[in-house]
């Protein structure tokens, strides 16, 4: 990309873990579609159990996080969330495409009370997640 990151390959381990929230028969690759392991488990076990396994992964070095604030996701513990994904030494963003405008403000409010960058496009979160990468490699 013009951030100078690529899509990681997932373990395979990684794929299992993923795949466990997903509906049988399912296949999973970067970048992961959560929607049917929302539909499958609920958005707070989908979102946490995804993620985890994502940051887990020893290819991955980065991740950003994308959140369709829509009725399904509306219910989920967003503090919860992100105090558990906060705990890996790798950069993440969180990014709300469109959705009830009212959570996503107060979503960022939370978000933001506990030092973690929201963003409103895709393209900003990796743009952000590759200068961290950048400067963590001493390339900024």
Not at 25 to 31: F, L, T
Not at 49 to 57: F, G, H, L, R
Not at 111 to 119: Q, S, W
Request: proline fraction near 6%; charge should be negative; aromatic fraction near 8%.
């Amino acid at each position: 990309s013009d951030c100078g990151l690529m899509l990681s390959d997932l373990s395979e381990d990684t794929i299992k873990r993923v795949i466990s929230t997903y509906p049988p028969g399912w296949m999973v690759q970067n970048p992961i579609d959560m929607w049917s392991a929302i539909e499958e488990v609920g958005a707070d076990e989908a979102y946490l159990k995804i993620t985890q396994a994502v940051m887990e992964d020893p290819e991955v070095d980065g991740v950003s996080i994308i959140f369709m604030v829509i009725p399904t996701v509306t219910e989920m513990d967003i503090r919860r969330f992100v105090r558990a994904i906060k705990v890996y030494e790798k950069p993440f963003a969180i990014c709300f495409m469109g959705g009830d405008m009212r959570v996503v403000d107060d979503w960022e409010r939370i978000i933001e009370e506990e030092k973690v960058p929201v963003y409103h496009s895709p393209e900003r979160a990796i743009r952000a997640i590759g200068t961290v990468l950048r400067w963590k490699n001493g390339k900024v």
